[in-house]
């Protein structure tokens, strides 16, 4: 068994874009500008953003928080949106979900220019992944699949099995897996599956991203499979100075000395998320008119 180090490989990736950065701006061209709207105080929105910003610092970003307290409107959120979406001083942002229940989150989501998605859960952006045309990819998937390669893990011809089918994670991440150079045959799970664990049984990788602790278990991966854990739930702990923890969707104990390769929650999908958010601002910012 080998761990995947998220970590390791998302450091790797920052120094790569660190470069890209200091040479735009030795050309005399302004660093990339990433800004994130919070709404409230969840802790591991806070934690998140958090991450971001300091992402940010690390590769030579310039970053902007906007916050709101939880009772803001969902005009009013509108406004936010749309004042971002003029400023030409911002490359790309995003709108740290989940947002308070009175205020629709895809109507938000809509509302964010898709030129400066980056997150890539516009639907136009969407839409371009499914048409096999350049975009802003969604963060976690382009993550994963950068681990993938990264770990030289063989894709072509094999079987991935993914459960979830979120549009942040498992729908997009199908669509990447089945794409040409890719070239996974993707089987996608969700909450009404059939015969789940055998399905999954027949992974050669297999993706968990369901947001249930322990949800897979050693009975449910063939010997020799690679397993992503995408699932990051908090649950409370009193061995950290949080008093809270982290926890996969993998029973990762059990699990692990089945698998060739498999990722670690925290300290594997998370870090290359915020890389990838990292890629698509550079990416924007190149995109600058
Ligand atoms: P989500 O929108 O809640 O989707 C969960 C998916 O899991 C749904 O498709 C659901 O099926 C499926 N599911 C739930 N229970 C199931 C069951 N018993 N059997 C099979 N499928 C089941 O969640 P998400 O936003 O995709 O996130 C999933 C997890 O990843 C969460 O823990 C989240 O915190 C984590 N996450 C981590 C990162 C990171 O950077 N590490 C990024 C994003 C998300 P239905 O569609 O049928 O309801």
Excluded: W
């Amino acid at each position: 068994m080998q761990l995947i180090d998220g970590k390791k490989i998302s450091g790797d990736i920052k120094s790569e874009i660190a470069q890209e950065v200091k040479e735009m701006v030795a050309a005399g061209k302004t660093a990339p500008h990433l800004a994130a709207i919070l709404v409230g105080h969840d802790g591991g929105s806070e934690t998140y953003v958090a991450h971001k910003i300091k992402s940010c610092e690390e590769v030579g970003f310039k970053s902007t928080l906007i916050r709101f307290e939880d009772n803001i409107s969902e005009q009013e959120l509108l406004n936010a949106v749309e004042k971002l979406n003029n400023d030409t001083t911002v490359d790309g942002f995003i709108v740290q979900l989940p947002l308070p229940k009175h205020i629709d989150e895809q109507k938000i989501i809509e509302a964010v220019a898709p030129q400066k998605d980056v997150d890539g859960f516009h639907p136009i952006n969407l839409g371009k992944l499914v048409a096999g045309l350049d975009t802003f990819v969604s963060a976690t998937p382009s993550g994963i699949v950068d681990l993938l390669k990264r770990y030289n893990i063989p894709t072509v011809g094999k079987h991935c099995v993914i459960i979830g089918r979120s549009n942040i994670v498992g729908r997009p991440l199908s669509i990447l897996m089945s794409q040409k150079r890719i070239d996974a045959t993707v089987t996608v799970c969700h909450s009404r599956t059939e015969n789940l664990k055998e399905i999954a049984q027949t992974a050669d990788i297999l993706v968990a991203a369901i947001g249930k602790p322990g949800f897979v278990t050693a009975d449910m991966v063939k010997p020799g499979v690679t397993v992503i854990d995408v699932g990051t739930t908090r649950v409370k702990s009193d061995k950290t100075k949080s008093g809270f923890k982290l926890k996969g969707d993998v029973d990762f104990e059990n699990v692990a000395e089945k698998t060739s390769f498999i990722t670690p929650v925290p300290g594997g999908v998370g870090p290359m998320t915020i890389c990838s958010l990292l890629k698509n601002t550079l990416k924007a910012a190149k995109n600058r008119k």
